[in-house]
C-alpha cells in the first residue's frame, strides 16, 4: 500500500536501472509503479518509487556522508599529509 509518499524518483531502466531499484527497495522505498515511454522507434522502461519523509531525509543524509567520505578519500589521495 502507498501511503504517506513524501518524494518519488524515476529510474530509468538502462544497464544499471533494475540495480538501482533494488538498492531503493533495500533502503525502504516503495515500488509505485513500472511504465513503457518513448516512441515506436524506442521505448524505454521507466520505474518510479517513492519514500515517505522520513526514508528520504535518511537517504539524503547518508548520501551526504558519501560524498563528504569520497571527498575526503580523494583528497588524501592528492595530500597525503591530510
Known amino acids: ?11 530509468r531502466d538502462d ?5 538501482e531499484v533494488n538498492n531503493f527497495l533495500k533502503m525502504g522505498w516503495v515500488f509505485i509503479s513500472a ?3 518513448g516512441t515506436p522507434d524506442g ?8 519514500a515517505t519523509k522520513e526514508v ?3 537517504y539524503i543524509e547518508n548520501s551526504q556522508k558519501e560524498t ?3 571527498f575526503s578519500r ?6 597525503p599529509s591530510l
Do not use: F, P, R, T
Open 35 to 37: 511504465c513503457q515511454v
Open 68 to 70: 563528504n567520505s569520497e
Open 1 to 11: 500500500m502507498i501511503d504517506n509518499i513524501y518524494h518519488i524518483c524515476e529510474i
Open 56 to 58: 528520504y531525509e535518511s
Open 74 to 79: 580523494l583528497i588524501s589521495q592528492k595530500h
Open 15 to 19: 544497464a544499471h536501472g533494475a540495480d
Open 43 to 50: 521505448m524505454d522502461i521507466v520505474y518510479v518509487v517513492g
